[in-house]
């Protein structure tokens, strides 16, 4: 079974220079439209700004579920209601204790750091199988934990294909991801060539390759592309998302 997935950091904050939420709605809309994935997680929804716009971004074809991870920032997963049965979700936090809300393990910000998840069955093949959106911190001691975490949480879940999507605010070869690496395939290392960038700062600051894609043995990468779509000069995002092709 081929799964089509769409990882997406939209940004929390109304930016100057034409890149405010309401003049970035629509582009981050046509960018879903034009791609049309199977699975779509975002991160850095605002509930509050970036409340009124959402109805431009909001897709029928799709279930949502938003997450707010505890001051007023989340989370939104999206799955294709004719294509998948939800059989199960929920959420948890980067920290001592995963179930309260909690800045435990982002030393720099000090925001609370968050995981959602999604247990989907294929409808035609009755695959099951474990998706999981995140928002790293920023702490490299946090990063590293945040590993074994998402390891654990996910086989008390079950013994699923595991496929693991989101800003992970760490580069290639840091501690974090080595942490990753170490329990799962990163599809972007064995699809494409490192490095590459996905946050761009709107072309202002120092480009990074930030967002990733992680998978467990029972899922094989297929694909891995960075959406570098602009419209007029101007950015859906201070991040690309990227676009993703495992098998399960």
């Given at each position: 079974m081929l799964l089509k997935l769409l990882s997406f950091n939209i940004r929390c904050t109304n930016d100057?220079?034409?890149?405010?939420?309401?003049?970035?709605?629509?582009?981050?809309?046509?960018?879903?439209?034009?791609?049309?994935?199977?699975?779509?997680?975002?991160?850095?929804?605002?509930?509050?700004?970036?409340?009124?716009?959402?109805?431009?971004?909001?897709?029928?074809?799709?279930?949502?579920?938003?997450i707010d991870r505890g001051d007023g920032e989340g989370l939104v997963l999206w799955w294709r209601k004719d294509k998948f049965t939800l059989l199960d979700k929920g959420h948890f936090w980067f920290a001592d204790d995963p179930s309260v809300p909690s800045t435990d393990w982002d030393e720099k910000y000090h925001k609370p750091r968050i995981c959602g998840w999604l247990l989907l069955q294929d409808k035609k093949t009755e695959k099951t199988f474990l998706y999981m959106n995140v928002h790293y911190g920023f702490g490299a001691e946090g990063q590293q934990k945040n590993a074994g975490l998402l390891q654990r949480y996910a086989k008390s879940i079950g013994d699923y294909p595991l496929i693991i999507a989101g800003d992970f605010n760490m580069l290639p070869g840091t501690p974090g991801y080595t942490a990753m690496a170490e329990?799962?395939?990163?599809?972007?290392?064995?699809?494409?060539?490192l490095p590459d960038i996905t946050y761009h700062g709107y072309g202002e600051k120092e480009s990074m390759l930030l967002d990733y894609c992680f998978v467990n043995e029972a899922v094989t990468p297929i694909g891995y592309e960075i959406v570098k779509t602009m419209f007029d000069g101007k950015y859906p995002s201070d991040h690309y998302p990227i676009e993703l092709q495992v098998q399960l």
């Amino acid at each position: 079974m081929l799964l089509k997935l769409l990882s997406f950091n939209i940004r929390c904050t109304n930016d100057p220079n034409g890149h405010s939420i309401a003049e970035r709605a629509p582009r981050v809309a046509a960018v879903l439209k034009n791609y049309a994935a199977d699975i779509v997680g975002f991160q850095e929804y605002h509930f509050l700004r970036w409340c009124d716009a959402w109805a431009q971004v909001e897709d029928p074809a799709y279930g949502e579920i938003k997450i707010d991870r505890g001051d007023g920032e989340g989370l939104v997963l999206w799955w294709r209601k004719d294509k998948f049965t939800l059989l199960d979700k929920g959420h948890f936090w980067f920290a001592d204790d995963p179930s309260v809300p909690s800045t435990d393990w982002d030393e720099k910000y000090h925001k609370p750091r968050i995981c959602g998840w999604l247990l989907l069955q294929d409808k035609k093949t009755e695959k099951t199988f474990l998706y999981m959106n995140v928002h790293y911190g920023f702490g490299a001691e946090g990063q590293q934990k945040n590993a074994g975490l998402l390891q654990r949480y996910a086989k008390s879940i079950g013994d699923y294909p595991l496929i693991i999507a989101g800003d992970f605010n760490m580069l290639p070869g840091t501690p974090g991801y080595t942490a990753m690496a170490e329990k799962f395939t990163d599809v972007n290392a064995v699809t494409a060539k490192l490095p590459d960038i996905t946050y761009h700062g709107y072309g202002e600051k120092e480009s990074m390759l930030l967002d990733y894609c992680f998978v467990n043995e029972a899922v094989t990468p297929i694909g891995y592309e960075i959406v570098k779509t602009m419209f007029d000069g101007k950015y859906p995002s201070d991040h690309y998302p990227i676009e993703l092709q495992v098998q399960l």
